[in-house]
């Protein structure tokens, strides 16, 4: 059964720094692109970033470009998302995503066959 479990959201102050994680069980990994999707209270969900399964291509959205890392290690099954110099708008639960292929179309999976069941991150002095 494909699964997705994310992890590392919490509390932060403005400028501060985290680092999600999304772990994959149920399905081969290595084929998939993984994307993380944010959704603020009173918001539509929206993307946030997308690596390829090889790794080889990553996209941002705008408001995260130069902030915002991800990145993969498919001998964990496990995607990050290194989150620096955050505002009070990156307050949001954070989702991620497997793919339904290997690709990114920008800054989301091209297809999503699964989601997780999110994190909150709150920034917030």
């Known amino acids: 059964q494909l699964q997705l479990v994310e992890s590392g959201g919490g509390l932060v102050q403005p400028g501060g720094s985290l680092k999600l994680s999304c772990a994959a069980s149920?399905?081969?990994?290595?084929?998939?692109?993984i994307g993380w999707f944010r959704q603020a209270p009173g918001k539509e969900r929206e993307g946030v970033s997308c690596?390829?399964?090889?790794?080889?291509?990553?996209g941002y959205a705008d408001s995260v470009k130069g902030r915002f890392t991800i990145s993969r290690d498919n001998a964990k099954n496990t995607v990050y998302l290194q989150m620096n110099s955050l505002k009070s708008e990156d307050t949001a639960v954070y989702y991620c995503?497997?793919?339904?292929?290997?690709?990114?179309?920008?800054?989301?999976?091209?297809?999503?066959?699964?989601w997780g069941q999110g994190t909150q991150v709150i920034v917030s002095s």
């Open positions: 149920g399905f081969t990994w290595d084929y998939s692109a």
């Open positions: 995503a497997a793919g339904g292929n290997s690709y990114c179309q920008g800054y989301v999976p091209r297809v999503i066959r699964s």
């Open positions: 690596i390829s399964s090889s790794a080889d291509t990553t």
